[in-house]
């Protein structure tokens, strides 16, 4: 059974850079041609599609967010990562990842991130 | 950006009846080549991920009811719950994959009546 598994810090402060990693279990992260995804949830509110890696390091990122994101993908730690800059109040949210094989078949269980001095 | 608009936004509907979801897409996600609709369904329970639903627009994922099903084609899709079960009671989205922004659309509360 895949598994995925975000990890990072619950609070960052504005103007700082939110780092989260997905940790993905029961599958290796370079076998097949998936996408690792990362999408976000404001509480309440509906849901923001981020970007994805492959596992050949390949981005693609919602425009919306190109200049302030950064994905990285580590094979060896089956694991892959999301580095957002100059975080605003509007950045707080849940951070899901997911994989993508013709559809976001597995999720994470989310990771709240709040932003805050 | 593809912009989906999914109505209504909130369905009361009785335990046993139909419960019908309407998503419409600002354009087809349609692709010709394999004439394969860029459509999933999700389901999202209060603290808990989405879980897929139907991918392809009507390709049900392994383990759920038949109860359910996703229809559609272009840029109108549905998703039916024929007989509500309590458990369903649930917030349901459209999202396309057909162009990058992915976008989902604003979700739907279905609840008991």
């Known amino acids: 059974q895949v598994q995925l598994q975000e990890s990072g810090p619950g609070l960052v402060e504005p103007s700082q850079t939110l780092s989260l990693t997905c940790t993905v279990s029961g599958d290796s992260i370079s076998r097949g041609y998936y996408f690792w995804n990362w999408i976000r949830q404001v509480p309440g509110r509906g849901l923001e599609w981020m970007g994805y890696i492959d596992n050949g390091g390949s981005t693609y990122y919602n425009p919306s967010l190109t200049s302030r994101l950064t994905m990285s993908v580590d094979t060896s730690k089956n694991q892959f990562s999301l580095r957002l800059n100059s975080v605003t109040a509007a950045d707080a949210a849940i951070y899901y990842c997911a994989r993508y094989d013709d559809r976001l078949d597995y999720w994470g269980q989310g990771a709240l991130v709040s932003v805050s001095s | 950006d593809i912009v989906m608009t999914q109505s209504p936004d909130s369905l009361p509907v009785s335990l046993g009846e139909r419960a019908t979801i309407n998503c419409k897409s600002s354009q087809s996600v349609l692709f010709n080549s394999n004439n394969m609709n860029y459509l999933a369904w999700y389901q999202q329970k209060p603290g808990q991920p989405p879980k897929l639903l139907f991918y392809w627009a009507s390709a049900r994922e392994s383990g759920v009811p038949d109860r359910f099903s996703g229809s559609g084609s272009g840029t109108h899709f549905t998703l039916t719950i024929s007989s509500l079960q309590a458990e369903d009671v649930a917030v349901y989205y459209c999202?396309?994959?057909?162009?990058?922004?992915?976008?989902f659309g604003q979700g739907t509360k279905v609840e008991i009546k």
């Open positions: 999202q396309q994959y057909y162009s990058i922004p992915w976008t």
